[in-house]
């Protein structure tokens, strides 16, 4: 490869890094619910690696799509912002309801003393300790493909002119490559910050305040949407 490849490539590992790193929404949704919900680690790396798929993928494919109908790259990110706002509000009210429901849960656990059903059997949890999830299958598929449908409509917008460059020259490897680091990499830095932090934020003794976790998490994942549409991150 020539220099103009080995820098473009070398660029798009950088900037996938710088990418996740300032945006606290790749990874806070994960770090949140896995506390909230008391996810494995391979649970949350899973999920995580699901949704970053989905993230880079989406950028990946309209990429495409633009070199195709002949874009340039000013479009095609203009598209990608217009899609990341999108996003970002789509988080804010995913954050919002799931935090709701969790003032729903606390205010049940209020009493001290909450009854659960499962396997057939009734038992209770006393002082609203909870360290184990109940929730019915139904519900974690819709919670996991909410949340895959909001990473599929975030934006890659750092990705587009290291795609799109060598693809409108006809360079087609240089512009798959491209892609393929990028993503690589994104995926990556998404799943060291989302484990490491979702391990130690684990451990927090949250006392009291376990049975407000779930509106906590709500409240930190609106709170990153937010950051995106105010902060720009």
């Known amino acids: 490869m020539d220099a103009f490849s080995w820098t473009i490539l070398l660029s798009s590992a950088a900037v996938g890094v710088v990418h996740v790193a300032l945006g606290p929404d790749h990874y806070l949704p994960f770090i949140m619910l896995a506390r909230a919900r008391g996810w494995s680690l391979r649970r949350t790396l899973a999920v995580t690696l699901a949704c970053g798929v989905g993230h880079v993928g989406s950028s ?27 996003a970002a509000w789509a988080l804010i009210l995913f954050g919002f309801a799931y935090g709701i429901w969790g003032v729903r849960v606390a205010v049940r656990r209020r009493a001290g003393i909450v009854p659960h059903e499962h396997g057939g059997r009734v038992h209770l ?67 060291v ?31 990153s949407g937010l950051a995106v549409v105010f902060l720009g991150l």
Not at 71 to 77: C, F, L, Q, R, S
Not at 142 to 169: D, N
Not at 195 to 217: Q, Y
């Open 60 to 86: 990946v494919l309209l990429g495409l799509a633009g070199v195709a109908l002949g874009w340039g790259a000013a479009h095609v990110e203009a598209l990608e912002g217009l899609r990341g706002g999108v």
């Open 125 to 191: 949890h006393a002082n609203g300790a909870h360290a184990h999830e109940h929730t019915s299958p139904e519900r974690a598929r819709t919670l996991f493909w909410t949340l895959f449908l909001v990473f599929v409509l975030g934006p890659c917008e750092p990705m587009i002119p290291f795609f799109v460059a060598p693809a409108s020259r006809g360079a087609w490897g240089l512009a798959f490559a491209t892609g393929l680091v990028f993503s690589a990499v994104t995926i990556a830095s998404m799943l």
């Open 193 to 223: 910050l989302t484990g490491v932090a979702a391990a130690g934020v684990k451990r927090l003794p949250l006392g009291a305040l376990e049975r407000w976790s779930h509106a906590m998490a709500g409240g930190i994942i609106a709170a």
